[in-house]
Nanobody
Framework: QVQLVESGGGLVQAGGSLRLSCAAS????????MGWFRQAPGKVREFVTA????????YYADSVKGRFTISRENAKNTVYLQMNSLKPEDTAVYSC????????????????WGQGTQVTVSS
C-alpha cells in the first residue's frame, strides 16, 4: 500500500531552520506531483508548497515564499522541505501529500497523505 512518512520536525527558535523529509513507498513516485500542507491548532489545513513530478516546477504560498524551498529526489522517492527564517506563526503539523496533478494547491486533489510531523517555532 502507499505510504508517505515525514521526518525532521522539531522545536526551533525563531529565525532558525529545519529540513523536513517525506519518504514515499508503494507508488510510482516520479509520476506524482508532491505537496506540503500544514495545520495549526484550531485552524484549517493550509497549502504550503508543491512541486511537479519532474521537480522542474514549484509553487509556494505567499506566507512562505522566499523562506521555504521544496525539492525532490525521484531516485530516492523522497521530497524535502527546507524551512529557513522560521517564525512562530509557522508552528503547525506539516504533512506531505501526493497528487496525480503536476502541482496543485487544492488538498482535495491529493490522493495520498502522510501522518505529519510537528514543527514548533519558539519566539
Amino acid at each position: 500500500q502507499v505510504q508517505l512518512v515525514e521526518s525532521g520536525g522539531g522545536l526551533v527558535q525563531a529565525g532558525g531552520s529545519l529540513r523536513l523529509s517525506c519518504a514515499a513507498s508503494g507508488l510510482t513516485f516520479s509520476t506524482y506531483g508532491m505537496g506540503w500542507f500544514r495545520q495549526a491548532p484550531g485552524k484549517v489545513r493550509e497549502f504550503v508548497t508543491a512541486i511537479s513530478w519532474s521537480g522542474g516546477s514549484t509553487y509556494y504560498a505567499d506566507s512562505v515564499k522566499g523562506r521555504f524551498t521544496i525539492s525532490r529526489e525521484n531516485a530516492k522517492n523522497t521530497v524535502y522541505l527546507q524551512m529557513n527564517s522560521l517564525k512562530p506563526e509557522d508552528t503547525a503539523v506539516y504533512s506531505c501529500a501526493a497528487t496525480h496533478y503536476d502541482k496543485c494547491e487544492v488538498p482535495e486533489y491529493y490522493s495520498y497523505w502522510g501522518q505529519g510531523t510537528q514543527v514548533t517555532v519558539s519566539s
